[in-house]
């Protein structure tokens, strides 16, 4: 169930709750593609980080481990020893990303595994049951993400089957939620908004899939190679079809101006590996821009790496001994960054929330849309 709060303007405050805990939005998931957070972060961790909720990978972790070997083991939540929300995703980005090795259909896609090679088909029943045997809170729709640009005939059809499988979706989590061994009774499904950067297919499918009465609607495709301008476009012409009392989820985004913009749009949730994935290199961010660990200047730093944070890294660390760590390739370089750049994005939906609470959302979004897209100087 979504609370909606308050709002301003677009920018909403609302509260989702799940099974396992209540999702105070605007809220940033936390991505752990295989069950684990890339870089060494523990789901010990991430309760020290301000994680609110855990996102991981439907047709990875069908991969490996298997999804009955977790489902055997009593689910996700307790196979990796996180009590909080936790999110999957359909499989159907990989329908994009593994375009060269894949065949779609209209009962599903045929993949080629890019571990072994093996055949492997996924269909919107098949990514239901997968999702089901995981027991996520939230269970994501099977749907095509449509490469940008992309053909307007082909984008058109591809809406309408994606509307198809999400109706044999929503049958399908509602049956597998019935079952006597179910591991998440409580699971939902959200929808996912296609059709490239088509306007008019992008507001008629969501007029669509909006009549389904879903937990919650993702706006999928986008953050895919597209200028910001187009995605932040989109976002206007999809959002006033958006349910108001149900959660807006926009996939695959982004970095911390994205964040704001979007959530001045109107966005709820949002999810995105480039805070985890920059930190292994020594990107980072932080409350005056972003910064690259490894120059030179930071060789003989005292400082922590944002002198704003009170994350565990910033608390004890320096500049200097964390760069010490790259040049030596040592691994707790990655991990003490990872950490660092998702409890700065955590924090980040933290004093957003802050900010619509207490009724200074404008004020906030036009000192820090700027700001955090700088590069530190000094």
């Known amino acids: ?41 523990s ?15 439907t ?23 996180w009590d909080g929300p936790i999110l999957t995703d359909s499989g159907g980005f990989q329908v994009f990303s593994l375009a060269a090795i894949r065949k779609i259909t209209e009962e599903g896609v045929t993949f080629q595994s890019h571990m072994d090679g093996k055949r492997i088909f996924m269909g919107p029943r098949e990514s239901m049951r997968i999702q089901a045997n995981l027991g996520s809170d939230i269970a994501m729709a099977f749907d095509e993400c449509i490469k940008n640009p992309a053909e307007y005939r082909y984008t058109k059809a591809s809406c309408e089957r994606t509307t198809r499988w999400l109706k044999i979706c929503k049958e399908e989590v509602e049956k597998n939620r019935m079952e006597e ?19 008019d297919l992008r507001i008629n499918h969501m007029k ?50 994205n964040i704001l913009e979007a959530v001045n749009r109107g966005i709820d949730f949002f999810d995105c590996v480039m805070p985890s994935r920059n930190a292994r290199h020594g990107n980072l961010f932080t409350w005056r821009g972003h910064m690259n660990l490894n120059n030179n200047k930071y060789e003989k730093d005292p400082r922590p790496l944002d002198p704003d944070c009170q994350c565990p890294v910033c608390r004890n660390y320096s500049r200097a001994y964390i760069r010490h760590l790259f040049k030596a390739r040592e691994t707790l370089a990655m991990r003490l960054c990872v950490m660092h ?31 955090l897209g700088l590069r530190v100087d000094d």
Not at 6 to 32: C, D, L, Y
Not at 348 to 369: G, H, P, T
């Open 59 to 81: 047709y990875h972790l069908h991969i490996r481990p298997g999804d009955e070997l977790i489902r055997d083991l009593g689910g996700l939540h307790k196979f990796f020893n």
């Open 341 to 371: 750049n998702l409890y700065f994005y955590n924090e980040l939906m933290e004093e957003i929330r802050k900010a619509l609470d207490q009724d200074r959302w404008e004020s906030f979004y036009n000192e820090y849309v700027e700001k």
């Open 1 to 41: 169930m979504f609370i909606l709060k308050k709002t301003s303007g677009k920018a909403r405050r609302g509260e989702f709750t799940t099974p396992h805990g209540k999702i105070q939005t605007p809220v940033f998931m936390n991505v752990g593609t295989s069950a684990a957070i890339k870089g060494g972060v």
């Open 181 to 199: 061994n179910a591991v998440n009774p409580g699971q939902v499904l959200f929808g996912i908004n296609q059709g490239a950067t088509f306007d």
């Open 43 to 57: 789901t010990m961790d991430l309760r020290d980080i301000k994680c609110q909720v855990e996102l991981s990978n």
């Open 208 to 257: 669509e899939i909006a009549e389904l009465d879903l937990a919650g609607y993702a706006i999928g495709g986008l953050a895919v190679g597209e200028p910001a301008e187009v995605m932040y476009h989109i976002i206007e012409q999809v959002e006033p079809f958006a349910p108001k009392d149900k959660p807006r989820y926009l996939m695959g985004v982004g970095t911390p101006v």
